[in-house]
C-alpha cells in the first residue's frame, strides 16, 4: 500500500518471488493489520482518525492477497491498552462546520457516518482485536466488524451519556440489532462498562483470551482461517447476515437528528469541559 497516514499504521501480507524470497510485506497470512496509532491518546477518534481508517479499507478492497483485516489499536501502548477509547473530545471540529449552527452538527454525524457505513460495507470478513478499552466511538468501531476477539483486561461500553452526547455513530442502531434492545438501552442511559466475558454471554464478542501471546496466536490463527477460505461464500455469508437481517438507515437519520438537537443542550458543554477538566460534571437538566 503506498498510501501515507498519520493516526493509522497497515501492516501487508508478505509476497514471495518464484524463489521463495519475501519482497513485500510482513503478516504472515492472507490478511492485512490496521492499527489506530494514537497511543498517548488511548488510540482516541478524529474524523482524520476515521477517516484514514475508511481510506485504508478502501484500498485494500480490491487487493486479492488480502482476504481478510485485522483492526486493532496499536501494540505500542505508553499509557493503557486500548482498541479505542473514543472520540477525542479536545479535537475541534474541521474549520468548515460551525457548532454553533445545528445543522452543521447533523452534517458532521453524517460525514461520520459516511466512514463507519464504508469500512461495515467491506466485501472481506473483518476481526477486531481488542486489547483494552473499546469504548463510545470505539466500541462503535468493533460494530462494524464481522467478529470481535477481546482479551480478559478488554472493556467495551457506550460512555457518551456522561458528558451529555449521545452514541450517533450508528451506536444506538447497531448496537441494538448485535445483543438486544433491553442491553442496547441499558448500555446506552447508563453509560457502564462491561468486560469481555459479559459481551461473550451477550454474544457479542466470540472469543476471549489472555493478554499477550495467547491473545496475539488466537487473533492470527481466525485471521489466516479467513484468509485461506473460499472468499465467494464469505462475502455471500457476509452481506445476508449484516445487510439482509436489518434496516438502520432511519435509525442513522434520527442519529444525526438527535445529534443536532442536543449539540445545543448547555448539558454538553457542561460534560465536555468537566471531562477536558479531570472534573465531576454538575448537570442542570438543559
Not at 445543522?103 to 467491506?122: G, P
Not at 469504548?135 to 468493533?142: F, I, M, S, V
Not at 451529555?164 to 462498562?193: C, D, Q, W, Y
Not at 437481517?245 to 445529534?259: A, C, D, S, V
Request: positive net charge.
Amino acid at each position: 500500500m503506498s498510501e501515507e497516514f498519520e493516526h493509522i499504521k497497515v501492516e501487508m501480507p508478505i509476497e514471495k518471488d518464484k524463489d521463495g524470497n519475501v519482497v513485500s510485506g510482513k503478516i504472515d497470512g492472507n490478511y492485512a493489520v490496521i492499527s489506530i496509532n494514537r497511543p498517548n491518546k488511548l488510540n482516541a477518534l478524529t474524523e482524520q482518525t476515521v477517516e484514514e481508517i475508511a481510506k485504508a479499507f478502501r484500498a485494500l478492497e480490491p487487493d486479492q492477497n488480502v482476504r481478510a483485516v485485522v483492526l486493532r489499536g496499536t501494540k505500542e501502548v505508553t499509557k493503557k491498552p486500548a482498541f479505542s477509547a473514543g472520540a477525542d473530545l479536545s479535537a475541534v471540529l474541521p474549520k468548515e462546520l460551525n457548532p454553533k449552527v445545528p445543522w452543521h452538527m447533523a452534517l458532521a454525524m453524517r460525514r461520520r457516518h459516511k466512514f463507519y457505513d464504508e469500512i461495515e460495507a467491506f466485501s472481506k470478513p473483518i476481526i477486531a482485536a481488542v486489547d483494552g478499552f473499546a469504548l463510545g466511538g470505539g466500541c462503535e468501531l468493533t460494530l462494524v466488524c464481522d467478529i470481535v476477539i477481546a482479551t480478559t483486561r478488554s472493556n467495551f461500553g457506550l460512555p457518551e451519556i456522561n458528558r451529555a452526547i449521545l452514541p450517533a455513530n450508528g451506536g444506538v442502531t447497531r448496537m441494538a440489532s448485535r445483543i438486544g434492545l433491553n442491553r442496547a438501552i441499558r448500555m446506552g442511559f447508563f453509560g457502564e462498562h462491561f468486560d469481555a466475558e459479559t459481551m461473550k454471554d451477550w454474544g457479542y464478542v466470540s472469543w476471549v483470551a489472555e493478554p499477550g501471546e495467547e491473545f496475539e496466536n488466537l487473533v492470527h490463527e481466525k485471521a489466516s482461517w479467513l484468509g485461506s477460505a473460499p472468499t465467494t461464500a464469505l462475502y455471500v455469508i457476509k452481506k445476508c447476515i449484516k445487510f439482509g437481517t436489518k434496516m438502520e438507515e432511519l435509525g442513522k437519520i434520527m442519529e444525526q437528528m438527535g445529534f443536532q438537537l442536543n449539540s445545543h443542550a448547555k448539558d454538553v458543554s457542561v460534560g465536555i469541559k468537566a471531562f477536558l477538566r479531570k472534573k465531576e460534571p454538575k448537570y442542570k437538566g438543559m
